[in-house]
């Protein structure tokens, strides 16, 4: 995929009217603070990077995520 590292920095900021990312196959660790603020967004597919912590505040505010892959742990 993109070999992304990280997500944008002004992502919570500048997307509040996201409803869907797919970042699947990357090289993502973390994620950025402040995401769950993103009232908008149900659909997350993070699945197959190194990714080891997920809020559970965002796992709430999802409908559906796919973190296949990733050893997330709360």
């Known amino acids: 995929y ?3 590292h990280e997500l ?3 992502l919570v900021q500048d997307g509040k009217h996201l409803t869907k990312i797919t970042v699947e196959q ?7 603070e402040g995401l769950e ?3 908008r967004l149900t659909y997350f ?3 197959r ?3 080891t912590q997920l809020t559970d505040s965002v796992k709430q505010s999802l409908e559906l995520l796919r973190d296949r892959g990733c050893t997330v742990s709360s």
């Open 2 to 4: 993109n070999e992304l």
């Open 8 to 10: 944008p920095a002004n």
């Open 26 to 32: 990357n090289n993502i660790e973390s994620l950025p």
């Open 37 to 39: 603020n993103l009232e």
């Open 45 to 47: 597919v993070l699945g």
């Open 49 to 51: 990077n190194p990714l």
